[in-house]
Every structure is written in C-alpha cells, then in structure tokens.
C-alpha cells in the first residue's frame, strides 16, 4: 500500500471515530437523525472543512471527496443504530481518536507548507485541523468548547504534533513527519488523559 | 417573464419570509435593530453564504447582489415596525417558507451540479441552503438548532427536494427539477407541520 | 512613516486591544491557555477572517501575516501572566477598543470597495470586520452576542463610520477617510458609552 494511501485510511478513520464521538453525543442529548447525522458530520468534517476555507485552495476535501462524508454519516448511523457502552469500548475510541487527532493535526500542517505558507499558519491550521471540528460541535450544542479548559492536553497534544511535523525535514515531512506527529500526538494525548494532566489556569 | 426570473422572485420571496421569521425570533427576545437586522440575515442569508463558501466560487451571492440584503433588512425592519400575530399570519409564513425550503435546497443542489461536483456533495450543499441559515441563527441566540431534533421532517423535506431535482434529468434541472423540488419540499414540510411528523429517536 | 504603516500599526493595535478583552473574558471564566489563546484570536481576528472569507480574494491576512498572529497571542499571554484591573485600566482599554472599531469598520469598507463591490456590499462587511470577531467570541462562550441588543452603539458606531467612508471621495478615501471614520467611530463609540446610549427596543 502505498503511503498516501495509508494516510487517507488514517484520515478516514478519524472521521469514523469522531463521527462515533458526534453520534454519541446525539445519544445523550436524544437528537433525532437530522441531529446524528450533523453532529457527526461537524466532529469529523468541520475542522479539516474549516482548514480548507481558510487555506483557500478550493472547496473543501471533506466535501469533495464521497469517502469523507460517507464514512462519517456510517458513523452517525453506527451510533443511531447499535448502542455501545462500557470501558473497552471508550478506551477504543479514546485510543483511535489519541491516533488521529495527531494525524489530523500533522495533515493541516503540511498542507499549509505545501500551499508555501510560513511556520505559524502552518501549526495554526494543524490546531484548526484537529481541534476545529470539536470546538464547533461543541458551540452548536451550547456548551463551552471542552478544549477552552478544564480537559486534557487535547490542543496541546495537536500543538506539539504540528511542531514536530515542522522540525522534521522538509522532504521527510509528508512520511516521517506524519507519523512521528502521530505518535507524538497519540502518545500525549492518551497520557494526558490517563494521568488526568491539565493545563494550569491563571 | 423568464424562468431565471421567476427563481429569484421565489429566492427573493425566501429571503423576505426568513427575514421575517429572524426578526420575529429578535422581537420575542427584545434585541434592538441591530439584533433584528442580524437575525434576519442570518435566517435569510446565511445558508446560502455558507454553500457559496464551500462551492469557493467567489464571493457568496447573497453579499454582491444588493436585493438579497436589502429585502432581509426590509423583513427586519416590518417586524421591527408592525407587530403582526395571531394563527393566519404564522400559517402565511409557514407556507412561504415550506416553498422556499423546497427552492433552497433545489438552488443549492443545481448550483453544485452545475459546478461539476458529485451527487452526495449536491445534496450536502442543497441541505446547507436550505438550512444552514436558522441552524446557524439558532446556534448564535444560544438555542440548539430546531433541526437536531424534536421538529417536524424540516431537513427531511429539504432533502427530498434535493433528492427529486438528481432524479429529475440533467437537461431539466433548473426548470422542471425546481420547481418539482419546491413541491415536493413545501408538500412535505406543510404535511409533517399538520400531521406533526417527527423523525424517530434511538 | 508611511500611510499605509500608520494603518498597519493602528491595526494591530486594534488586534492587541481586542485580544486582551477575549483574554479578559478568559480569565473570568477560568479557560486554560488554550482558552485564553482561542478568545483572544476570536476577539482580535475573527472579524477580519470573516470578511476575507466572504471576499473570496485569497487567504485571511490575519492567517498570512504572522504580526497579527503573534500580536493576539501576546495579548492572551499578557492577560494570562498580569492580573490588571480597576477603573483607569478599563477606561484605557475601552478607549483603545473604540478607536479600532472605526479604523476597521474603515479597513473592511475600504477594502470591499478596492475589490470593486458595492456601497451595500462595503458597509456589511466594514460591519464584519469591526463587531464580526466579538460576535463570534460571545456565541463561542454561550453568550448571546453584545451587540444583537442592551449595549451602548457599538454596531451603530461601526455602521456610521463605515458611512464615513463611503462620503469622502473616492480618491481620499485610503487616507482621509480612513482618519475621518476612526474619528466618527471611536467619538460615537465613547459618547455612547459615557452616557449610556442605547437603540429602541420594539
């Protein structure tokens, strides 16, 4: 398999397990299917939708791309249909979502360099790539976005990421690059969450 | 009067209707002008803000052409004005607006065919039109959107109409295909509205 | 200096002032850093974002150009790290704040009408950039928005001084009207707010 190809499995399962995360969420608020399916579309699509506004570079992928908005309204379904509960199964979709909250982060970044953007738009649109979707789900239910505090390293593992997707070299990025953020990400963010760290407030 | 014609009149006649839906809302929370005046364009205006966005075509038509703007700050300013109440009214509105959701999603829908994007895209970007703008009027006010759950079949109708005009053949889309959509829409959206239908729960 | 320089500092002195209100808003809600980094570019930048995006000419400039970016995020830091408070430090906060509401309700009427849109077209999105990324903010905290009602003519502000603008002639318009509108905005914005001034209710 070919490595972009490996990136867009990794990529699409991001959608799944954050279109999961959405569905979820609709459960709990007992939204109706219009509610899944938007929830789930806004977890998993939003952020990289966002990205490519702001990049500019044409619509965006997540809209373009049949995979994307297929595989996230699989995920609302999966959610509306089967009702998972217990440990395991959130450790599992802790664990996807540690892995592709790195991944995600490290594609904003990289797409913003290969557009010739500088190094601060760059880790700017890794954070809007991984932590964008989130926030925006969150703001649409009215609750106070989880990553403005009170959570657990989830910007600060994106951030961190994207930083390491720039100190890797310029040809290495698109390959060693992602998958080191990956791992980095993962890593921070799962740790995070088992030691329960927060950041400090003032 | 040509076909095109006849399309912005009903976009326009939408427009007005949201507005007045949008000012309605700001009457009953007692914003000021400039709460009413938002309101109204974010009900009337901003779905098809946001389809243009993600089309990347340029900017949204609903900011170039003057009529947009000026016909949802003339439903802002009779709401403002007039304090008109009672059953016939809010019945008027609804059947406006069923016809216009009908229109809406078949606009956006043949806007993104016409621009060479795929099915599922068209269908996504005739949704977004249709109701994006009170989804995001909810959000800003604090409300979670009507359509996540516990409405009456309002994303269902408009994506059937999306639904009828990819049914409809390409070469009749923009005339036979519209204005089936806005029948099959309104047909529906008024149906679900008397009977009240709702979309099952998990 | 230059013009054009006084602008820029202007500009981003309007950035700085807003992000330090987003990280003031931070602050009283206890966020983390990320918190207080996402309100204050809210605050600061979000507005301008908006009407880049609306205008369709390429990327946001506050995305672009890192002096905006590092301006907001030194704003947030500056609020994390000092606790400022008191009467004299609000006055100077508000003052700031009511000079940049005009210089970017100019900015965004000035540069609507360089990309050769119309008077209507200009004075909404002069509108955008200068109460657009305030807006944003308050929805994103749950807030309904300040100027949808109840406060002191902060969008009427805006609005005269975008109309201040569109008076001067078209030559002068970069330069004079510039000084003109941030002059009719911050005046309207202090008086309004020293008095108490308000826009009916219905």
Redesign the interface.
Do not use: C, E, N, W
């Given at each position: 398999m070919e490595l972009v190809s490996v990136f867009r499995v990794i990529d699409l399962l991001g959608v799944l397990c954050n279109a999961i995360i959405g569905g979820s969420i609709?459960?709990t608020?007992?939204?109706?299917?219009?509610?899944?399916a938007?929830?789930a579309i806004m977890s998993a699509l939003a952020g990289g939708?966002l990205r490519d506004?702001?990049?500019?570079a044409?619509?965006?992928v997540a809209?373009?791309d049949?995979a994307y908005?297929?595989t996230a309204l699989a995920g609302a379904a999966f959610?509306?249909?089967l009702?998972v509960e217990g440990r395991p199964w959130r450790w599992a979709l802790a664990a996807m979502d540690a892995v592709c909250l790195g991944a995600w982060a490290a594609t904003g970044t990289v797409k913003a360099l290969g557009l010739g953007?500088?190094p601060?738009?760059a880790i700017?649109?890794g954070l809007i790539t991984a932590v964008g979707g989130g926030?925006l789900r969150d703001?649409?239910?009215?609750?106070?976005?989880a990553?403005?505090?009170?959570n657990t390293l989830y910007?600060?593992a994106a951030l961190l990421a994207s930083l390491a997707v720039l100190a890797t070299p310029a040809e290495l990025r698109p390959t060693v690059g992602m998958i080191i953020a990956t791992v980095v990400g993962a890593a921070i963010t799962l740790l995070a969450r088992w030691r329960r760290w927060?950041?400090?407030?003032?």
């Open positions: 609709a459960r608020l007992k939204f109706d299917p219009v509610g899944f938007v929830l939708m506004i702001l990049l500019a044409g619509p965006p809209l373009i049949p908005l297929i959610v509306f249909v009702h953007h500088g601060l738009t700017m649109l926030m703001i649409a239910i009215g609750r106070v976005p990553i403005f505090g009170g910007a600060t927060q950041l400090p407030q003032p």
